[in-house]
């Protein structure tokens, strides 16, 4: 029923700083749906406004734009814009004209969603303190402390501070310009990873190398013990500030910038392991004076930094906090479910917020596989699971499309493309052949979360790719000192599973727990029954560049124009035409290649 | 408002932010930011 005045219909939408655009509806205080911009524009990180998904929000739910009541956004307008333009952080003059200025003064920032939802009250909640709402709500802690980093928020990079269901506190903050964030971004671009959200793949790269230019790096920034960090040079998002940055980085290095496509050098490894070094050496700054400031047990790490997850499970190993949460939702894909959360929490003071989060599966259904898929149908007999489980460990690279889409970074068994860890050089073929992408990338391993103490150094929950962890060394095999090239050094058998175990025995895990994720829970048990081995590697149904597939049609485009060799979708399984030649695939991956 | 003259509004708002504003010191400073806070500012 259209405009039902006991019905309290919120939107969360954030991504308005230019990235990972997103909407989180919530009905009466429950979370109903969330999706993310690029899956519908499919453009990668997409920052525009997200009216596709605030459309399909509306539909999964059964409303209509004018039942919306409120929509939060998850930062401030007009200290966005104010310190885009100025960059001046704390600026005095800037607070106080936001605190003159009238409510409809941010009137530009929500145009089209004053047009798409026409009956909706906005309100605008601070972006880190939306980060910290999302993972707070979506962890297990009653209290916690907070550290959240990124590039940057209205005028801040960092924030800390304390959370309960009762208050909300920012003790914290560090200024936006030239923070951390900044700097990883700074050199992942300088790495030729010129695309908005590359930095995981530095992160990905550093394992390969020696952090010999830490000293070289360490000259364009300075630093304290509390993780304080700085670029001497101020730099902004702005292009032609960070092509000056580029300038300074290479002058430090000596190394010049590489261009997008020019081969990787040991340098650039090298480089990456650098940053990487300095990340998590400041991060584990930040924490430690995090927890002697607030004598916090608990802490929830967000923000675009936290998504770096190689530093979140050392942070997590080393007990800098007795416990630590990494919400798969904690950067900018969760946003607005934090503002919502926000909202929700500060307009009902005396309403405890309990969510369910589906697992993060919180999009919309796939539909049904496209007309040209019916000739390509394959019959089986038996359960599903257990027919593709037997496929697996075959040998044979399956595309899964089943039940509602992830939200956030991740494909958690719903939007996969999955395969047999133990297979010889399957890491390089589901990269170069599936994948499209630079064959270094590591792959997650997906594990029965019963079994996971057998096989890594952790026992503790992943259940959304967010922490690394060790092999256990009893798994591993003897490896030689040095190797003639990155390729060696990546192709040399290190374990039995070792297409997802990096160079140095890490792996992202998704812990896979009946409860959580029951879908996927059971093929891993089928695959476990037929070889032993309790593990699959799971990656985004995706070619590079490409935002994960949303739609049946969406994934028998991506499967026809890669080597996957069976498509899942709901319950039927086909196989792969095989009909595209090699041309007309890269023809097809050209449109993703200005994101890639 | 015209477009044109909020455009020159906000540039005459931004000049004055760089001249009365100053560049922040490295490291964690007190917060004063009201987490609650939904306004739109």
């Known amino acids: ?596 | 408002m015209s477009e044109r003259i909020r455009h020159l509004l906000l540039r005459v708002i931004v000049g004055l932010i760089r001249m009365t504003g100053f560049q922040a010191k490295t490291g964690w400073k007190s917060s004063q930011r009201k987490a609650d806070d939904l306004r739109g500012m």
């Open chain 1, 1 to 596: 029923m259209i405009g039902d005045p006991d019905r309290e219909v919120v939107f969360g939408v954030g991504g308005m700083l230019g990235h990972d655009a997103n909407a989180a509806l919530f009905v009466n205080g429950r979370l109903v749906a969330a999706s993310q911009e690029e899956r519908f524009t499919r453009r990668k990180h997409d920052g525009s406004f997200p009216g596709n998904a605030i459309q399909d929000c509306l539909k999964t739910a059964g409303l209509g734009p004018e039942d919306v009541s409120v929509c939060v956004f998850a930062e401030k307008p007009l200290q966005c814009i104010l310190f885009d333009r100025a960059h001046r952080s704390r600026s005095l003059a800037a607070r106080a004209l936001g605190r003159i200025l009238p409510e409809r003064a941010g009137g530009y920032y929500n145009k089209y969603a004053r047009i798409l939802l026409p009956r909706a009250r906005f309100r605008y909640a601070w972006h880190h303190v939306s980060h910290v709402a999302g993972a707070y709500y979506t962890s297990p802690y009653a209290h916690s402390a907070f550290l959240c980093v990124d590039g940057k928020g209205e005028d801040y990079s960092a924030s800390a501070g304390v959370i309960d269901g009762d208050r909300v506190e920012v003790l914290w903050e560090q200024s936006y310009d030239n923070g951390l964030g900044m700097l990883y971004t700074l050199v992942t671009q300088y790495l030729g990873f010129a695309s908005i959200g590359s930095e995981y793949k530095v992160m990905g790269l550093a394992p390969y190398g020696r952090p010999r230019f830490r000293d070289a790096l360490s000259s364009v920034y300075s630093t304290d013990d509390r993780g304080g960090l700085r670029l001497r040079e101020p730099v902004t998002f702005q292009p032609g500030s960070m092509a000056a940055a580029l300038r300074t980085i290479a002058a430090a290095t000596g190394v010049p910038p590489r261009e997008n496509g020019e081969p990787l050098t040991a340098e650039h490894v090298d480089i990456a392991a650098s940053l990487q070094g300095i990340f998590e050496d400041e991060i584990f700054k930040m924490a430690r004076f995090v927890r002697a400031a607030t004598g916090e047990q608990n802490l929830i790490f967000c923000g675009g930094c936290a998504q770096n997850c190689v530093a979140a499970g050392k942070l997590r190993a080393e007990r800098v906090f007795e416990r630590l949460f990494n919400s798969p939702v904690g950067g900018d894909m969760g946003s607005g479910l934090g503002a919502a959360l926000l909202y929700l929490r500060t307009s009902h003071p005396a309403r405890r917020i309990k969510i369910d989060t589906n697992g993060f599966c919180l999009g919309s259904e796939p539909g049904s596989a496209p007309a040209e898929a019916a000739g390509w149908r394959v019959p089986f007999t038996g359960g599903l699971h257990e027919f593709i489980a037997a496929r697996l460990a075959e040998g044979r690279t399956v595309g899964w499309v089943r039940g509602r889409m992830e939200l956030g970074a991740r494909a958690l068994g719903a939007r996969s493309i999955l395969a047999d860890p133990r297979q010889q050089g399957m890491q390089s073929r589901l990269n170069l052949a599936v994948k499209f992408r630079e064959s270094f990338r590591p792959f997650a391993p997906a594990i029965l979360a019963e079994d996971v103490g057998q096989w890594f150094d952790s026992s503790e929950e992943s259940n959304y790719m967010n922490y690394t962890a060790n092999l256990l060394p009893s798994r591993r095999h003897a490896i030689p000192s040095t190797f003639p090239s990155l390729k060696d050094q990546l192709d040399y058998p290190r374990s039995e599973i070792q297409s997802v175990v990096h160079v140095d025995f890490s792996a992202r895990l998704q812990t896979v727990n009946a409860n959580v994720h029951p879908d996927f829970h059971r093929l891993l048990v089928a695959f476990k029954t037929i070889t032993g081995v309790p593990i699959l590697i799971n990656t985004s149904f995706n070619v590079g560049g490409q935002p994960i597939v949303r739609t049946a049609q969406e994934a028998w485009d991506c499967f026809v124009n890669t080597d996957l060799d069976l498509l899942v979708v709901n319950g039927d399984v086909y196989r792969n035409p095989c009909e595209r030649s090699r041309e007309d695939k890269l023809a097809w991956l050209k449109q993703f290649s200005k994101t890639a």
